[in-house]
Each structure stands twice: as structure tokens, then as C-alpha cells.
């Protein structure tokens, strides 16, 4: 017996379970079969579910259900990144609460307590991602950790080093002081900060006179190495050659010239600092600048500072303008926005720190994904984005990808104590090579780097790795699995890691395929607050997914976060959408019940059940071409709105009511076989975004066997459908529509026959809907008629049809004057307004064709409802 109300916890788990057991989501390379391929972008193993998680999956999911109802060979790889730098912390975190420093551990011990970590916390996120449907082949779960991708990675490393792609240099990087570890420019965000701007007095050598300069970095003056003036600055002629001292610790500093200083910023001298800002160094290069590094890796002072030896350098800051203002060194403090750089990881100030890192060159690699992208092969969803990734990938700088972390791909190099090194996989291979680069060192002692990978340097490889780990070494051509399944289709992600991830898979299928690894790169938008804000756990406005899940149901939460999800753009997120959501699978529910509580019994269909077949066929197929072309363009807010509407409107408020039976009477056999075939096509279209009330409903619906799911039934194709019945519809549903009005605003019964008059209702567009608007609307007979009628009636127009219906006896005659002329006066309202617009010459002359169109559709709408309200007060 079908439960009364939809239990989703009940036939979610049933459901899951069901096509587990049953392979449903497992892909193998099947000639006879297109393939369709996705892979996951992988979340951290740090991660839990969140609601941008969620809004992702669930497009995936509905991508993949729709490819396997089509034939295809449907396979979605699911995976999670091994994260570096959040792993790391969380496992210090873990062994700080017992007790346990990473600095008094080994590389090999703490890499023990790493895997612990992994193994307990690491599946979460995967397992989480079942609760909402995610049909993955979990078969084929990757982790860029697992030994052979270990080993690829090492691989790639090793091969663009022969090929001269990847180098060790001593270069100004983005240190993160919190992570002790650099990064690469892409892991900086940049935000606008309320700083201030410090009025610095260097007093010039030999004399009692000051040069003054503005900076936002005061901790910062005892590792200056300069003072730089434009040379064009008629104020600053008579310093050249000279030095100033550096307040407080007394150094000399020679005073230098180079057009690069602003001349209207500040005072219009700079310090350089070559140790900590990027472009300091560059000038310090340029005039060969001592570089004094006064920071250690945490941000805080080394011995190098003589200062404040051991403090952080936000509070030395503090402390050294508060010791300048003192000492008279200070001569005022400004408010003033900087921008600054974050650590996308750790939230911590970034510190430009000159250090010998591992870079990967970009200038010749990054070509073809540039190309590809701009000619449109790769198709960015929505297009948009192409001009921020030009504007990426043509400014591209050489990539950082050694990180000064335990937790990760180790980097395989191996160093001689004179600092020179090999790079090669193992150390056995390391000796080889070598012994033959050095032919009279005898047997050195080696030394692996102590940095691992940029994590981005892994998921790089992806699409490519889930498949096959063994392409990277010389000669592969691919496994079979490989051949299959790539380039894969579409890929789902958000724009926020456009360069990060998508921009080098890119980069990385055109190096070692020599082709796109996906052809369609959907990106979503953030999922922010009704407010507009990002959702955070700090702002606590980020719902829990897994609690939404439970008390709606996941076909709910897929269908809510859709509700309001173009691509690109971000989705305010309202619970009231997951409600909407909740409401539509109760609506499906009912319509199932109410349709499998009906009686048949053998006969002939009767006129108007014809006519609702006939209609409802048209207008099925008519969505389904809508569906299918929203489905091409990735417009999947659109395609849900095309099977809600369908479902809703269509098929439960209209063909439903346009076929059902009298209470208690049976319905035609025929109707029933025809409705039962419409519900199953239904549920087949709504399968990708609402899966498990579609599958338990399939099941109900006609005995199936174990193997006829709906998670591989057909997908249903659109027909020819015929517009005239389509229009004729619509017709008939506005006069059903104003007939049922009428009733509400005149307090009459539904359940009172009305009559209809219809002027000149031969030429009305309608033709065969008579019988259903009649019995839709109450109506027990229509007359068509050449004047308005005599008597009482409340008039309508739909279209430029008249309508009547009599009301003599049925309403209050003043309380329906009143009404007419409250109408009356509202229309010649509009009516003015619209002659208004197109009495104006420049808005005739400057407005599309269509908008006139419609503009003067208005003023006759409005000039034969007028017409027909005055005729009507006549009456009265």
C-alpha cells in the first residue's frame, strides 16, 4: 500500500542502495556505446559538505543521469585532493592536542599521523555526496595520494625538467607566514584594507636636514637598502649622491635615482626594501642593492632587524611608530586603503620573501590552452569568463610549485653537500646519474629536497591520472580506459579556481594528450545569503546540507539550489526555495495517488478526453523540445523550471482535471493506459534533477522487473506537436481562468452552473475546447451572441474576444457599479499611460518594432475593455 505523504528518507536509502548493488553507475569502455564522461572536482579530504558542494554535485549528477538515459556509457569519476597545506594544519592540530610538536618529529613519523588522519577524516566528504544522489562510479575513486598517482606526479616532475620547463631559482615569492611555506600567485587574494600611511624623517647625512617618506610599512626600516627619487623631481636635484640615515638604528643609505618612484605619491621619495616587496626588489637588483632579510618564516623579527628581536611584525609595527613618534622621527599618520595580499589557505598577510624555490616556466606551455580556449574548441559556460582567462593566461608568470611542507608529493631531487643536485625518481637512479655526471666524485652522500608539490601540480594531471597513472613516462600511448573516456565531456566547477585548476588541466592534456581534456567547462556561481553575502561558518548563514537532507529530502535540496542557479552567476540562497522543492515532490505524490485511485472500465474515450490527450501529447512535446534545447546550452535552472512547469501546471492542474472522472465514477481504460504512459515520461524527463521519487514512483506506476529502473530507462524525445491546439489551449485556459475570478470577486459558488455568452464566438479562436471549458469552469450551456446582452453580466476580454456572463439576480447591482467603475477608472489610467509613450516621438522613433508591437497591443486591449466596462455599467 503507497503511503498517504512522500517519506524521502525511506526511498532515498532504499533507492541508493538498490543501484549500488545493481552496477547502475559503473562505466567500461564499450565500443558500441558514445561515451560521456565527468570527473569530480575533487574536494579536499579536509572537506565537509557545504552548499557550493551541493549546487556542483547536483548539476554534475544531472548531467550524468541524463547521458545514461540517453545510451550513453555514462561515467562520473569521484576523487578527493590530498590539500597540502589544510591537511598539514589539521594534523598539527590534531597532534597539538595530544600533547605532540611537528618539530620534534620525523618526516616519517608525522607522514604516519598524516595517513591516520586521512584514513579517519579523509571519505567523509564522498560518502556525504551519497545522501544527495550523486551517481558516481565509486569503483573508480581516486586520491591524488594513491600510490601509482604518487607516482605520476613524480613522473611529470622528472619529464618537464628534461625538457627544460621546470628550474630551481633564488626568486622574490608569496611567503605565508602562517603556513611557512610559499605560494604561487594564484593562492593570493588580494582585498582592499583600511591601513595607515606613516610620515617617516630620515635625516640627510652630514647635515641637520630631513627627507620625509610616506610608507605603509614602518616594522620594515631596518632592512631598507635605499632611498630612491625620480630624477625628473626639481624638489629632490640637490640629494643626488648623497645618504640618509635610517632612523633609530643610525645606518647610512646612499640616496638613488630611477624614473620608477611616483613623483605625486606621498612625498614623492620611496624607501626600498629589497628583502620585503616585490618591486623594491627589482630596483634593488637593478642598482645592486644589499638585501637584508629581517624576517624569520612565522613573520617574526630576526636578529638581522637589531629591533624588537622576536616580535611579530604587526606588533613591532605598533611599536616602532609609537618609539618614532617619540623620538620625533614621525611627522604625521594618514588613514589609507592598501591592497593587500591573503594567503588563500590560512587568511594570513602575505610576506614577499626572496627564496630558493622550484618554478615551473609558463610562457612557451600555456600557448595551446590559451588558443583553445579563445577559438572556442573549449566552450566556457557562460562566455563571459573568456576575458578574465585571456587576461590570465596572456600575463601569465612562471608557476611556483615547491612548498615548504611534509604532506604531499615529495620533490625529486637529490643534493650533493656542495648543493648541486640531481633530479631523478629514486635515489639509486639519483646515484646513477650522478656518477656519470661526475665521474671522479666517488660515491657522494645524497639528500632528497626536504619541499613537496604545490598540491595544484597534482590535481593538474586529473582528468588525465583517474584513468591512467602510466601516460607520463616516455612512449605511453594510454590504457584502454584512457582511450575510452578522454577527452572527457563537461566539466563543472566554480570560476573562482578558473586558473587555479581548470586553465593548467588544460595546460597539462594539450602537454601529454595533445588535446582538451573536457570540451565544456559549466561554472557555476557562488552560493550566497538572501543578503547577498558569501556563505561562511564564521557568519554562521551556511545551512547545514546534510541536515537540509533530512528534513526535506534530497530531491528537494537539488531542486531548491536549481530553482535560482544560472550559470555564472550567484545563487541567494532561501530556504523557501528547498520548501518550493519539497512541495513539488508532495505534488508529484498526490498526482500519483490520485491517478492510481481511480476505477477503469472498458468503453469509448469520451470527446473531451480526446481533446485532453490530444493537447496534452502537443504540449509534452513541445517541452521537451524546450527541455532538450535548455540542456544544450547548459541552462539547467531553465530546464528545471521547463519539467516543473510541465509537471505542475500542464499536466496536474490542467490535463488531470480535463480528464478526471466524477467523484466516485471510474475512468476509461484508454485515458488510464494514456495518462499512466504520460506519467512515465514525466518521471523519465524529471529523473536527472528529482532521482528518487522518480525511481520509487516508476516502480509503482507498472510492474517492472529488477533491471527496468528509471535510472536507465530512455530519455524521452521530443515529437512534432501541433501549435494551433497549443494556442487554442491557452485560450481556453485565460477564459477558464477570468470565469473562476468572476466567481472568487463576485462570492460565487463554484459549485453554481453558470451560463456564457460569447460575442461572435464563431470567430473565437477556439474550436474543440468548448466541451473541456465547460466542464472546467462550471458552465452549463455557451450562447454566442451579435451584441452585448441586455441584462445584468459582468464582461471579459480575452484576446479581442467578448465575453459575458449574466449575473441577474446573482450580485449586488451598486456593489458591482462600484467595482465596473473602479475598473473603469484603473484602465483609463493604463490607457493614458500608454498613449503617453507612444505620443512620444523619441521613444516611437528609438523603440524595437516588437516593443511598439506590444505597446500598441496594450491600447487596444485597454480601449475594448474600456468599451466593454461602459457597455456593462449601461446595463446596470
Same mark, same amino acid.
Given at each position: ?26 562505466a567500461?569502455?564499450?565500443p @558500441? ?21 551541493? +549546487? ?6 544531472? +548531467? ?31 597532534? =597539538? ?17 598524516a ?11 564522498l560518502?556525504?555526496?551519497?545522501k ?35 628550474? =630551481? ?21 588580494? !582585498? ?51 645618504r640618509?640615515?635610517i632612523p ?26 629589497p ?5 623594491d ?45 617619540a ?9 589609507? @586603503?592598501?591592497n ?5 589557505? /590560512? ?10 624555490? &622550484? ?6 606551455? /600555456? ?43 615529495r ?37 632528497q ?23 607520463? !613516462? ?43 581534456p573536457?570540451?565544456?567547462?559549466y561554472?557555476?556561481?557562488?552560493? =550566497? ?9 564564521? +557568519? ?23 530553482f ?21 515532490a508532495?505534488?508529484?505524490w ?7 485511485? &481511480? ?8 470527446e473531451?478526453?480526446?481533446?485532453a ?22 541552462r ?26 466524477e ?22 524527463? +524529471? ?11 516508476w ?70 475546447? &468548448?466541451?473541456?471549458?465547460?466542464k472546467l ?10 451584441e ?9 476580454i480575452?484576446? @479581442? ?20 467603475? !473602479? ?51 449601461k446595463?446596470?
Amino acid at each position: 500500500m503507497l503511503s498517504t505523504k512522500y517519506n524521502p528518507a525511506e526511498v532515498e536509502s532504499k533507492w541508493y542502495s538498490y543501484w549500488m548493488e545493481h552496477g547502475f553507475f559503473h562505466a567500461e569502455p564499450n565500443p @558500441s556505446k558514445d561515451p560521456y564522461c565527468i570527473v569530480i572536482p575533487p574536494p579536499n579530504v579536509t572537506g565537509v559538505l557545504h552548499m557550493g558542494h551541493m +549546487l556542483n554535485n547536483t548539476i554534475q549528477d544531472i +548531467l550524468v543521469r541524463k547521458a545514461r538515459m540517453e545510451g550513453k556509457e555514462a561515467c562520473w569519476v569521484p576523487g578527493t585532493d590530498h590539500a597540502s597545506i589544510a591537511t598539514e594544519a589539521k594534523v598539527v592540530a590534531m597532534l =597539538r592536542e595530544r600533547g605532540i610538536k611537528k618539530s620534534d618529529l620525523s618526516r616519517e613519523d608525522f607522514l604516519k599521523y598524516a595517513w591516520e588522519w586521512k584514513e579517519k577524516y579523509g571519505g567523509i566528504i564522498l560518502e556525504q555526496l551519497k545522501k544527495l544522489g550523486a551517481s558516481c562510479d565509486w569503483s573508480r575513486t581516486k586520491f591524488t595520494m594513491d600510490a601509482d598517482y604518487y607516482e605520476a606526479v613524480i613522473d611529470v616532475f622528472i619529464d618537464l625538467h628534461k625538457k627544460g620547463y621546470i628550474y =630551481r631559482g633564488l626568486r622574490m615569492v608569496n611567503w605565508d607566514p602562517a603556513g611557512k611555506t610559499a605560494l604561487s600567485d594564484d593562492e593570493v587574494i588580494h !582585498k582592499d584594507v583600511q591601513s595607515k600611511l606613516y610620515y617617516i624623517k630620515y635625516q640627510i647625512e652630514g647635515s641637520g636636514d630631513h627627507l620625509t617618506i610616506a610608507t605603509v610599512r614602518p616594522e620594515t626600516i631596518m632592512a631598507d637598502a635605499a632611498i630612491c627619487i625620480n630624477p625628473n623631481d626639481e624638489r629632490y636635484k640637490h640629494l643626488k649622491g648623497k645618504r640618509a640615515l635610517i632612523p633609530l638604528i643610525n645606518r647610512s643609505i646612499p640616496i638613488i635615482e630611477d624614473e620608477y618612484v611616483t613623483m605625486d605619491f606621498g612625498t614623492g621619495c620611496l624607501k626600498v626594501t629589497p628583502a620585503h616587496d616585490m618591486n623594491d626588489y627589482e630596483l634593488g637588483k637593478k642598482h645592486n642593492l644589499e638585501v637584508i632579510d629581517i624576517l624569520h618564516e612565522d613573520g617574526t623579527l630576526n636578529e638581522k632587524a637589531l629591533l624588537y628581536v622576536g616580535e611579530d611584525r604587526f606588533i613591532a609595527r605598533k611599536k616602532i611608530a609609537k618609539e618614532l613618534e617619540a623620538k620625533e622621527c614621525l611627522s604625521k599618520i594618514e588613514d589609507y @586603503s592598501s591592497n593587500v595580499g591573503f594567503s588563500e589557505r /590560512t587568511d594570513a598577510v602575505i610576506e614577499p620573501r626572496l627564496s630558493l624555490q &622550484w618554478f615551473l616556466k609558463m610562457d612557451t606551455i /600555456t600557448k595551446p590552452a590559451l588558443e583553445h580556449v579563445m577559438n572556442d574548441d573549449i566552450q566556457l559556460i557562460p562566455p563571459k569568463f573568456k576575458n578574465t582567462y585571456n587576461h590570465w593566461m596572456s600575463n601569465v608568470r612562471d608557476w611556483c610549485i615547491s612548498r615548504q611542507l611534509w604532506w604531499g608529493h615529495r620533490i625529486p631531487a637529490w643534493y650533493d653537500e656542495k648543493g648541486n643536485y640531481i633530479v631523478a625518481k629514486t635515489e639509486a637512479e639519483a646515484l646513477d646519474l650522478y656518477k656519470l655526471q661526475h665521474p671522479a666524485s666517488g660515491t657522494p652522500k645524497l639528500t632528497q629536497d626536504a619541499d613537496v608539490m604545490d598540491t595544484w601540480f597534482s590535481s593538474w594531471l586529473w582528468p588525465i591520472a583517474v584513468f591512467d597513472t602510466t601516460i607520463f !613516462k616516455d612512449g605511453n600511448k594510454g590504457n584502454k580506459d584512457l582511450n575510452y573516456f578522454y577527452p572527457t565531456n563537461d566539466l563543472v566547477t566554480a570560476p573562482e579556481i578558473l586558473f587555479f585548476w581548470v586553465a593548467r588541466m588544460i595546460i597539462a592534456g594539450y602537454e601529454y594528450r595533445g588535446e582538451m581534456p573536457f570540451k565544456n567547462v559549466y561554472l557555476t556561481g557562488i552560493v =550566497r545569503d538572501k543578503q547577498g553575502r558569501k556563505m561562511s561558518k564564521s +557568519l554562521g548563514n551556511s545551512p547545514d546540507p546534510l541536515d537540509l537532507i533530512a528534513n526535506f529530502g534530497a530531491d528537494a535540496v537539488r531542486t531548491g539550489m536549481l530553482f535560482s542557479s544560472p550559470a555564472g552567476n550567484d545563487l541567494l540562497y532561501d530556504e523557501k526555495l528547498i520548501e518550493q522543492g519539497r512541495n513539488f515532490a508532495n505534488k508529484i505524490w498526490n498526482a500519483f495517488r490520485l491517478v492510481k485511485g &481511480w476505477n477503469t472500465f472498458e468503453g469509448n474515450i469520451p470527446e473531451e478526453n480526446t481533446i485532453a490527450i490530444t493537447w496534452f501529447e502537443s504540449r509534452l512535446s513541445q517541452s521537451l523540445a524546450e527541455l532538450n534545447d535548455h540542456f544544450t546550452k547548459f541552462r539547467m535552472s531553465d530546464a528545471l523550471m521547463t519539467i516543473y512547469k510541465l509537471i505542475w501546471d500542464d499536466f496536474c492542474s490542467w490535463y488531470l482535471e480535463m480528464i478526471k472522472p466524477e467523484f466516485g465514477k471510474p475512468i476509461d481504460q484508454g485515458t488510464y493506459n494514456k495518462t499512466i504512459l504520460f506519467f512515465e515520461t514525466l518521471l523519465k524527463a +524529471l529523473h536527472p534533477f528529482m532521482p528518487f521519487i522518480t525511481e520509487e514512483l516508476w516502480h509503482e506506476l507498472q510492474q517492472k522487473n529488477e533491471k527496468e529502473c528509471i535510472i536507465i530507462a530512455s530519455w524521452p524525445n521530443s515529437s512534432t506537436f501541433d501549435s494551433k491546439i497549443l494556442n487554442e489551449a491557452s485560450f481556453s485556459f485565460a477564459i477558464i481562468a477570468e470565469i473562476r475570478n468572476i466567481r472568487s470577486t463576485k462570492g460565487l459558488s463554484p459549485k453554481d452552473a453558470l451560463p456564457l455568452l460569447v460575442r461572435n464566438g464563431e470567430q473565437a479562436p477556439i474550436k474543440a475546447f &468548448w466541451s473541456i471549458l465547460k466542464k472546467l469552469s462550471n458552465i452549463h450551456e455557451i450562447n454566442f451572441v451579435a451584441e452585448a446582452p441586455a441584462v445584468n453580466s459582468t464582461p471579459f476580454i480575452v484576446g @479581442s474576444t467578448e465575453f459575458f456572463i449574466p449575473l441577474e439576480g446573482k450580485v449586488d447591482a451598486n456593489k458591482e457599479r462600484e467595482t465596473l467603475l !473602479k475598473e473603469l477608472e484603473y484602465q483609463k489610467g493604463f490607457l493614458a499611460s500608454v498613449d503617453k509613450k507612444l505620443s512620444n516621438e523619441k521613444f516611437v522613433r528609438g523603440a524595437p518594432a516588437n516593443v511598439l508591437e506590444m505597446e500598441r497591443k496594450k491600447k487596444a486591449d485597454a480601449e475594448a475593455k474600456i468599451k466593454a466596462l461602459e457597455e456593462s455599467l449601461k446595463r446596470l
